[in-house]
């Protein structure tokens, strides 16, 4: 074995037998599949396998089963390994397992390696190896944690504000007042440490201050004002707030608090341009779901999409229409929208009629249509094809689709395969040789293959 291969195959979930097949195996039975794949090496097949054994007790033989992946010096066995032992209460065992990678600086190592000590009472231990790499946005973030249950929250804060201070301008631009702060979520850290030890004005001054206000789809300073019950204050946040993520969280504030109607209202408020609707349409319309109102759900959206055809507000609507019955309008609306488009209708709007056909019955129409379509002989037009062919019943036809694309479909192939039962089929399938691609220098172009 070699960790530089296991990692390229379980990055990139090719030439080796995916997480997801694995587990399929175990759902229909085959075991013992499973176990001899784990004896060839199959790092996915290997992970499931210890984990079963330990499951029933049989711990040396669990580790065992991924001794030969430790010896390559391969971090993610380590951790399975050391997440097995701990599972046990083998905690020394796991700490002296993973100890050399997180000093060798591996920061996922490091960050599992801290993490593990604080769970086991060395908060402190963890704290003073992280402190080195304050700089990292991901360390940085660990550090914070085990800094609460290691009673250094002040060690912490002045770490992060030593950090601060040291923002550097982003460029050389002299118009340009952005700094460049590593980590870049030290001021965030802060205002979690502030709010903590109830300083919680000064965690909100801090964070007014930010330049990233969300992330991944969460306002911190939104999170806080509602923690702390300060519902007018977030009330004059959101107002302000582009993304709409302050306002949502207003909504889930007063949803919780069970005014769905004044959650609805905020909503409304925010959205009362198409360009405000357009952040917060989605979660409107599913706050109006729950609460039992989906008529007035697809007509916010059914609106916004008569403006502003973007595939993913088609699909919430599409599945809306779908989910309450109502396939035949959501037909009817897509034609609308080909209609103001010249007749045409790209491949990511035109696949949200596949499960709308289905629904009304008219599946065989919908694989015509798939196959007469301009891109219908592509790659990506093959995964639906072959998911209309396959609820049809038509499960020969639909792996023959997938079999013209062999270098793109092999996993969704590989699935298609056991479903016909051919399950040694589908393991030859995804164990073929793969040669690990180059990456040409840019030449300043860019692409334009679908997908996007």
């Given at each position: 074995m070699d960790a530089d291969d296991l990692d390229y195959r379980a990055r990139t979930l090719t030439g080796c037998i995916p997480p997801g097949l694995v587990a399929r195996f175990l759902e229909l039975g085959h075991e013992r599949e499973v176990e001899f794949q784990a004896g060839r090496g199959e790092w996915f097949c290997s992970l499931e396998w210890a984990r079963l054994l330990g499951h029933r007790g049989q711990r040396e033989q669990a580790l065992e089963v991924l001794a030969p992946y430790v010896a390559t010096k391969w971090w993610p066995a380590a951790q399975a390994r050391a997440e097995l032992l701990e599972g046990w209460g083998r905690v020394e065992e796991a700490i002296a397992l993973s100890r050399p990678y997180a000093e060798a600086g591996d920061r996922l190592a490091l960050v599992f390696f801290a993490r593990l000590l604080a769970r086991h009472g060395r908060s402190g231990e963890a704290f003073m190896l992280l402190r080195a790499g304050i700089q990292d946005w991901f360390l940085a973030e660990c550090l914070v944690d085990v800094a609460q249950t290691a009673g250094m929250d002040e060690e912490a804060a002045v770490l992060l504000?030593?950090?601060?201070?040291?923002?550097?301008?982003?460029?050389?631009?002299?118009?340009?007042?952005?700094?460049?702060?590593?980590?870049?979520?030290?001021?965030?850290?802060l205002a979690t440490i502030r709010e903590r030890q109830g300083r919680v004005e000064e965690a909100i001054a801090l964070l007014h201050t930010r330049e990233v206000t969300s992330v991944n789809g969460r306002d911190q300073l939104a999170d806080?004002?509602?923690?702390?019950?300060?519902?007018?204050?977030?009330?004059?946040?959101?107002a302000s707030e582009y993304h709409g993520h302050?306002?949502?969280?207003?909504?889930?504030?007063?949803?919780?608090?069970?005014?769905?109607?004044?959650?609805?209202?905020?909503?409304?408020?925010?959205?009362?341009?198409?360009?405000?609707?357009?952040?917060?349409?989605?979660?409107?319309?599913?706050?109006l779901v729950r609460h039992d109102r989906s008529n007035e759900a697809i007509e916010v959206l059914r609106a916004l999409t008569?403006?502003?055809?973007?595939?993913?507000?088609?699909?919430?609507?599409?599945?809306?229409?779908?989910?309450?019955?109502?396939?035949?309008?959501?037909?009817?609306?897509?034609?609308?929208?080909?209609?103001?488009?010249?007749?045409?209708?790209?491949?990511?709007?035109?696949?949200?009629?596949?499960?709308?056909?289905?629904?009304?019955?008219?599946?065989?129409?919908?694989?015509?249509?798939?196959?007469?379509?301009?891109?219908?002989?592509?790659?990506?037009?093959?995964?639906?094809?072959?998911?209309?062919?396959?609820?049809?019943?038509?499960t020969e036809e639909a792996d023959a689709v997938l079999a013209q694309h062999p270098a793109v479909n092999s996993s969704l192939r590989a699935e298609r395969l056991v479903d016909l039962g051919r399950i040694q089929d589908a393991v030859r399938l995804l164990q073929q040789p793969i040669s690990k691609p180059t990456t040409p220098a840019w030449d300043g172009a860019y692409s334009t293959e679908p997908p996007f």
């Open positions: 504000e030593g950090r601060m201070e040291a923002a550097v301008p982003a460029c050389n631009d002299p118009d340009c007042d952005n700094l460049r702060m590593e980590p870049s979520n030290a001021v965030g850290l806080l004002l509602a923690r702390h019950d300060r519902i007018t204050e977030l009330r004059a946040y959101a302050a306002v949502q969280r207003l909504a889930e504030a007063l949803e919780e608090r069970g005014d769905a109607e004044g959650a609805i209202a905020a909503y409304r408020v925010f959205g009362a341009t198409p360009s405000g609707m357009r952040q917060v349409a989605v979660p409107l319309s599913e706050l008569e403006h502003d055809a973007e595939d993913w507000l088609v699909h919430t609507l599409c599945t809306l229409y779908a989910d309450h019955g109502r396939s035949r309008e959501g037909l009817a609306h897509l034609d609308a929208i080909k209609e103001r488009s010249d007749g045409k209708e790209y491949w990511d709007l035109f696949q949200m009629r596949l499960p709308l056909m289905a629904d009304c019955g008219l599946l065989d129409e919908a694989i015509e249509q798939v196959r007469a379509h301009p891109e219908g002989d592509t790659w990506y037009a093959a995964w639906a094809l072959s998911d209309m062919l396959a609820k049809a019943g038509r």
